[in-house]
Structures are given as structure tokens and as C-alpha cells.
């Protein structure tokens, strides 16, 4: 375990509001890159015509999908910013509400806005700024050795 702590001045946020029958991962992540933001929060509310979610299956490295071929509000979706390739990219995951007030969650892999998803990124500090392990492929927090 490493454990620190982080000064950082407030910084910048971000309101990304995306438009009916936009792809929420591909229309925030344009965001995060035309911002250059690497390192921030994520939250966001609203609704999906149809979504896919997945889970990480560490023997084969992948995420197993889940297809979700129905509207559904965005209950939560929590995430942060992570940097692959030299490039920032949309990390979240999400739980959706079906009509029955069952749900089904996940990492968000894709989801066709509808009528409106409201996204909040706000800038944190750049020690908290994800890097690509290794061994794992995923993004992770580095910490600090000390």
C-alpha cells in the first residue's frame, strides 16, 4: 500500500453536455483531448438509447461485454481520466437503471446518448495522473514510492 498526501490548487472543470444520439466515450474523450486534460474526475447523469458495459476478465485480459439493448438512466457513472499513449482517455464506470428499476453495471465501454448526458470533469492533481501497467494493461494511479 503507499498512501500520500496531495496539496493542489482548485483546477480546472469541465461541463461536457452530450447531445441525443451522440457516443458518450468517444464525444467526452474528443473533450479531454481538445482540453489536454490528463488528470481529473469524472461524474456524469442523464440517459442512454442503448449502452454496452463491461467486466475485466483477468485470465484473458479483456472485458467480457455486456450489451444493454434498451433505454436506461444513468444512475452513476464515476470514473477519472487516464493517459494512454501520450494521449488522455475516458476511464468510467456505470450503473444503469432499466425500466423495472433492475440494473446492470460496469466499465462503460459504449453508450448512444439519450435524451441528454451531463459529464463533469474536474481537474486533480497531477501525481494523481494514470499510467499504463504493465503487466496488467490497465490504467492505474503510479503513488508515490515514498
Not at 33 to 54: L, S
Request: charged content about 25%; overall charge negative.
Amino acid at each position: 500500500m503507499k498512501v500520500s498526501e496531495v496539496h493542489h490548487q482548485t483546477g480546472r472543470v469541465l461541463v461536457v453536455v452530450c447531445d441525443k444520439g451522440e457516443e458518450a466515450v468517444a464525444a467526452v474523450g474528443a473533450a479531454l483531448r481538445e482540453q489536454q486534460m490528463r488528470a481529473a474526475r469524472v461524474t456524469a447523469v442523464g440517459g442512454f438509447a442503448d449502452a454496452e458495459v463491461g467486466w475485466f476478465d483477468r485470465e484473458s485480459d479483456d472485458y467480457r461485454r455486456i450489451p444493454v439493448a434498451e433505454q436506461v438512466e444513468v444512475l452513476s457513472l464515476l470514473g477519472d481520466v487516464a493517459e494512454r499513449d501520450g494521449e488522455p482517455v475516458l476511464h468510467a464506470h456505470a450503473v444503469l437503471g432499466r425500466f423495472d428499476g433492475s440494473t446492470v453495471g460496469g466499465h462503460l465501454l459504449r453508450g448512444r446518448v439519450w435524451p441528454t448526458l451531463e459529464v463533469i470533469v474536474s481537474e486533480v492533481a497531477p501525481e494523481l495522473a494514470k499510467r499504463v501497467d504493465p503487466e496488467t494493461g490497465l490504467a492505474l494511479i503510479s503513488g508515490s514510492d515514498g
